[in-house]
Structures are given as C-alpha cells and as structure tokens.
C-alpha cells in the first residue's frame, strides 16, 4: 500500500472545487507523515483525544477536522486548534463550542450534522431541528464565536446507489433552500458529504467536501 500513490490517484479525480479531508482516525502519526510528505494538509479525526495527541506532535500548518460525534465535555481540548468541526447536533453543542472558541480568542467554523440516512444509529438533526436552529443563531446576538459555514451529512450504510444518491439529493435541496442566509455567524458554502465509498456520487450531488480514509491509508 503506497499512501503518496493513493492520495495522488484520489486528487487526480476531484474537480478543483472539492476539498479532501484524510480521514486518519486510529492511523499512526508516520502514516499521517507518509500523506502531509505527499502535500495533504487536511485531517480529519473522531476522537479529540487522538486528534489532540497528533496536533501537539505534528507540523502546525495541518487544518484539523473533528468530524465525529462530539461530546460537550471534551470541546475545550480541541478550541485552540480546531479549523472545522462537521458534527453539530444540538444547539447545545453549539453554545458549548462558541464558550470555549471566546476563551481562546478565536472562531470556529461549523457543520450542522443532518439526519439523512435509513438507520438508527447515525447523529443527526431533521429539518425541523434544523431550520429551528438556522433560525436561532441568525437571531441570537451571543453566538459571536462560531460560524455555521454548511451542512454535512451521512449516507445509508449500503450499495444500493440510488438509495445513496437519494439522501444525499435530499441534503443538497435542505442546502440549496437556506443558501441565501448571510449573517456574520451564518453563511453556507460548504456541503460535506461523501467517503471512500461514494465520494464520486457526492461529488455528483454537490458536495464540496469528502471524508476519505481506507482508500488512502488502507482499512483499518
């Protein structure tokens, strides 16, 4: 397995729009080396914990992505740093990430996490939730430490393509409906959506972000 190919091989294919984020949960920091050697300087963890560890040991013009679920208790740890987080489920975890963005002087770019998929166990907001928390922040003068810069969303786990295709048509309508907001802390150009397995579909469907990591650096 040769990461420097991979990468190369996955970059040739994205239109000039689309950012990729190397997904390098559980990945050893030499790996992560291997593919910022080979120019990626976008990653993506899970885990803060993991993703703190590797921020400390690594070169500092690395943008991290904290694209899991993220735990209100842990957001202190990744504020310094962190460029974007893709996860946001709650209003909640919102005020709880702009407390810790305003202690660290900085502000921190947002994804709201919508429900898209036919399973149980994915996070996520529905349209409802979702629309009620686009409203809340362009009304809210106290969320000056967060940016809601777009949506990202997770497919069903399945190879039935047009089910895939369906969900993520779905999430770049709910896009495409809220677009026009412009407000200091809300402005969406940013549509994540896509992995290792359906990146190319996304991509299809509008996403301008995809979460790649086996087909860089193997299965886990």
Known sequence: MNIFQNLNNIKSTLPSHVTLVAVSKTKPISDLMEAYNAGQRIFGENKIQEMTEKWEQMPKDIEWHMIG?????????????????????????????????????????????????????????????????????????????????????????????????????????????????????CQLNTLSMGMSGDYQLAIECGSTIVRIGSSIFGTR
């Open 69 to 185: 679920h993220v735990q209100t208790n842990k957001v202190k740890y990744m504020a310094p740093y962190v460029s974007l987080i893709h996860g946001i489920d709650s209003l909640k975890l919102l005020q709880e990430i702009n407390k810790h963005a305003a202690k660290n002087n900085r502000v921190i770019d947002c994804l709201l996490q919508v429900y898209i998929a036919e399973e149980e166990s994915k996070f996520g907001l529905d349209e409802k939730e979702l629309g009620e928390i686009l409203q809340f922040v362009q009304n809210d003068n106290s969320l000056n430490n967060i940016k809601i810069v777009g949506f990202m969303g997770m497919a069903t786990f399945t190879d039935d393509l047009n089910q895939i295709k369906k969900e993520f048509l779905y999430l770049k309508s709910l896009f495409d409906k809220h677009k026009e907001l412009n407000t200091a802390n």
